[in-house]
């Protein structure tokens, strides 16, 4: 069923920018040539869909969203298959998430197809700029902000929506290899009851100081543990976690202070389907070491769609550092970042349904 999109405007810029060596790439330095806006008032709902050249916006200093952060953000991306078709993964479940998101921060909802249809419109526009190679991918990021100007706190009235594209390389520096990690003995990220299981940026500003405190000793990232018992694991960096202890796989269970993560899901559903033993089940961080002490901990890694699949190599709690299978990928890493990425960019028929095409 096609959505109607008769209402949106499309400016094309007369400037358009070079487009990146693969070299240049990076993670979301680059942007494209266009965006995609759409304004929120009261009473009329979201309106004037508008794609115009990519260009900074005018904001109020008193602009709710800069005093109290109420904002909303996605990240999906698009892929250049190897036929050179233009390849989307799990397109709808990123934008009912992000609908989810929505109602956590009292954003009101929009139409996921329509703003879809829109999507689609932007990324015609911007073709040229998704990369080739493998590994590489169009970023794509929505954004919700609340556009109320007064110091006031309550919910905004006026929000505007955008989405923004960026050419990608490689999430991490070092690639698809083994990272280490400090796991977080003191802050936490979010906590019981929270807005953990929403994508918004209070959440990220909450996780810097752990993040920057664990760069500055030589960790790539941190492990969040649970915010009242500081036993159970939750997530790694920005990222979901995976162990596998002997043939198990175990991921936190989704209780509000986790964010469901699409290629969480993706990795549980493919693990089902290869019959593996896969728990959505609370584990400590005291079974972790347990196992490693057993010689059971064979595998762990993170999972994110800027990253896909990022190995654990080395992990340090209370002073102990260990390696993970010593330091190097993993065989069931490497098999869900080897499956996931075939379907992305085409190297393998789909059995889910869950890739779409552009045109
Ligand atoms: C986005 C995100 C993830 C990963 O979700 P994906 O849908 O797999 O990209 C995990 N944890 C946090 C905190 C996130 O913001």
Known sequence: METNISNLVIKKTNLPKRIPKESELGFGINFT??????????????????????????IDPGCVVFHYAQAIFD??????????????????????????SAEAL??????????????????????????????????IRPLIIARDNL????????????????????????????????????????CPGGIGDA????????SL?????????????????????????????TMNIFFRIGDELITPPLEGTILPGITRDSVIKLAKKEKMKISERRISIDEVYKAHDKNQLR??????????????GQLSYKGRLISINNNQIGEWSQFFFDTITSYQYGKAEDPFGWISYLE
């Open 209 to 237: 100081y752990a993040a920057e405190r664990a760069k500055a000793k030589g960790f790539t990232q941190v492990l969040w543990l649970d915010s009242s018992e500081k036993k159970y694991v939750e997530e790694v960096g």
């Open 33 to 58: 040539d266009h965006m995609f806006v759409m304004d929120y008032v009261t009473n009329i709902g979201w309106t004037d869909p508008v794609i115009q050249p990519y260009s900074s916006f005018l």
């Open 106 to 139: 009292c954003i009101p909802q929009f139409d996921a197809d329509e703003v879809i249809s829109y999507l689609k419109e932007l990324i015609e526009l911007d073709k040229e700029w998704i990369p080739d190679s493998f590994g590489t991918a169009l970023y």
């Open 199 to 206: 994508k918004t940026p209070a959440n990220y500003a909450a």
């Open 151 to 190: 110091l006031g706190v309550r919910s905004s009235k006026k929000f505007t929506m955008f989405i923004i594209l960026s050419p990608v390389g490689t999430y991490y520096a070092e690639g698809f290899n083994p990272v280490k990690i400090l796991v977080e003995e003191n802050r936490s990220r979010t």
């Open 299 to 312: 595998e762990i890694f993170g999972t994110g769609t800027a990253a896909i699949i990022s190995p654990v």
């Open 75 to 100: 990240g999906l991306k698009c892929f250049l298959g190897i036929d050179g078709r233009v390849r989307f993964f799990r397109l709808k479940n990123y934008f009912e998430r992000f609908n989810r």
